[in-house]
């Protein structure tokens, strides 16, 4: 941890002496960081359902996608910095790809330690990160934005892919102190459905990894159980059905079943092109378990797992697409 924080140099700022506003000053502006598959969408609720008035900065590291953003969208400031967000936003969300993006992002929004002192707005900063990052990296990026004096660091992970960030029915896992749990949970339920304050920071990510190691199991269990099925020769939809009448049912069987023609609206219908790619799942699934090793936990099933998506992420029949695919490199017939 200490090492995680001296990486972020000297953020020393002015003492806070005094929390949160409580009017609705405190929340009339926002920055929005990472307009990825999941950001984008994310940033388009949250700029539909915020008053007009009210103030929305983003920034990506490809400009394209911030000027296709503003076109789009519209009613949006675009940052030339990350920096520029945290001067102008009272709430920043931010929504990265690996624990050393949110670790350089914070760094840069958090120097030099001016933010209440010398920024268009100096109220204190809610910093709230909806990345899936290891739950060490954050709690170091946390105790760094905590010591600089100038906000304080949330995590609130996503779950709902890509099609519930665009319907807005997100489930946000959120690792929170008690006195924010009010406002975080009201701008996140403006992208999503439901809100689940699972504990104190880095809570929020100890959830959806566990969550996710669970899926990654399901899924390969699941692809296994239809391929034998359908190799003794039983019809996949009724073998489904079943299953999912019955104590196998899970995700990966009722609603992202891996065989085509099962689920019409699963990924496995069009080529498993879409949905939640195996490299990302091969991600998550390598971050429960370096944070189960950081604890002391030995998982029985994960290695093997992690294996299994290494080895179809590199299949170039299998390569970017939805990790139900694992069924098409196990020889399922499709």
């Not at 709430?91 to 001016?114: A, G």
Request: charged letters at 20%; hydrophobic letters at 40%; glycine letters at 10%.
């Amino acid at each position: 941890m200490r090492a995680v924080i001296r990486a972020f140099g000297d953020l020393a700022g002015p003492a806070s002496r005094r929390g949160f506003a409580t009017t609705t000053r405190s929340q009339d502006s926002y920055g929005f960081i990472g307009l990825g598959q999941m950001g984008y969408p994310m940033a388009k609720n949250l700029r539909s359902k915020i008053p007009s008035s009210v103030t929305m900065f983003i920034h990506d590291v490809n400009p394209k996608v911030t000027e296709e953003f503003a076109k789009e969208v519209g009613n949006v400031t675009i940052a030339q910095s990350v920096r520029e967000v945290a001067e102008n936003g009272q709430t920043v969300f931010t929504v990265l790809p690996e624990p050393h993006h949110v670790q350089n992002v914070f760094q840069q929004m958090l120097k030099p330690p001016t933010l209440r002192t010398s920024a268009s707005t100096t109220s204190e900063r809610l910093f709230i990160d909806c990345s899936t990052i290891d739950p060490k990296s954050s709690a170091g990026v946390a105790a760094a934005t905590r010591s600089s004096g100038q906000g304080r660091f949330i995590d609130a992970p996503m779950s709902g892919g890509v099609v519930g960030a665009r319907a807005g029915t997100l489930t946000f896992m959120m690792g929170s102190p008690p006195d924010l749990v009010e406002r975080a949970t009201a701008v996140l339920e403006l992208m999503g459905k439901r809100v689940v304050h699972l504990g104190p920071q880095t809570s929020g990510l100890k959830g959806k990894l566990a969550n996710n190691y669970l899926l990654a199991l399901n899924n390969i269990a699941t692809a296994e159980a239809m391929n034998m099925g359908v190799r003794w020769g039983l019809d996949a939809n009724t073998l489904a059905e079943m299953i999912n009448t019955a104590t196998g049912k899970c995700w990966p069987s009722e609603v992202n079943n891996p065989v085509p023609g099962v689920c019409e609206s699963a990924p496995a219908g069009r080529d498993y092109k879409g949905g939640f790619g195996t490299r990302l799942m091969l991600k998550d699934l390598k971050l429960a378990l370096q944070a189960a090793d950081e604890a002391g936990i030995v998982p029985q099933l994960g290695g093997h797992a992690r294996e299994i998506y290494a080895a179809v992420a590199a299949d170039e029949k299998c390569a970017d697409r939805d990790f139900s695919v694992v069924y098409r490199w196990i020889g399922g017939k499709e």
